[in-house]
């Protein structure tokens, strides 16, 4: 038997399956994953991949030279976006209200260290020549065991139920993907010797 999930890629006893809910969002969701996040046990992109019927994933740094996602992105049905607060970055309600019912909204997520998102988009020229948006308010980050260099730093799954609330204007019907991040974060938790956590940290 292995040791692995085979769907969710989760060591056996760590698999977040049993907590997953469908989701079914208008809005397509593509996560860019680095190399370096795929065996991550705390990475949340699968969360996504598994409840949402829109999502999809590739791994790589450049995806400049990426054959489907190219031809995807070139499609006039499309309307993409890339998550990422770039110079010039529109608020995502702001170029949600500009897509045309008729078009196919796309929004595209980094998924890595802030470090690592940044090598995705500054070697993907393609990622490059689309628009840029930004979240507006969101929730502080319950990312309570992986750091984020930034305080205000989400997780791609937090990151994710922010933005397509935004776009779709309907926080309830996301809820579920926060609902499993916390049950994946809340076990992790629990398998820790006595005092881990509160050291490492900082809780009571």
């Not at 489907?68 to 608020?91: F, M």
């Not at 935004?166 to 005092?195: A, W």
Request: proline share 5%; charged share 20%; aromatic share 8%.
């Amino acid at each position: 038997m292995s040791r692995y999930c085979e769907r969710c890629g989760k060591a056996a006893k760590a698999c977040i399956c049993q907590w997953i809910e469908n989701v079914d969002a208008r809005t397509e969701l593509w996560i860019l994953q680095h190399p370096s996040e795929v065996k991550q046990p705390l990475g949340t992109a699968r969360i996504l991949t598994l409840s949402l019927p829109n999502a999809r994933l590739w791994v790589g740094e450049d995806f400049s030279k990426h054959d489907e996602i190219n031809t995807l992105l070139s499609d006039p049905a499309r309307r993409a976006a890339v998550l990422y607060p770039g110079e010039g970055a529109a608020s995502i309600s702001q170029w949600a209200a500009e897509c045309s019912p008729q078009q196919r909204t796309t929004l595209i997520l980094l998924d890595g260290t802030w470090k690592k998102a940044y090598k995705i988009w500054q070697l993907s020229a393609n990622l490059q020549a689309l628009p840029c948006v930004r979240l507006e308010a969101a929730l502080a980050g319950n990312y309570r065991i992986r750091k984020s260099p930034k305080a205000s730093g989400l997780s791609t799954v937090e990151a994710a139920y922010e933005a397509l609330s935004q776009i779709e204007g309907e926080s309830n019907k996301f809820q579920p993907l926060l609902n499993t991040f916390d049950r994946m974060i809340d076990f992790q938790i629990s398998q820790m010797p006595p005092g881990v956590y509160e050291r490492h940290y900082g809780k009571s």
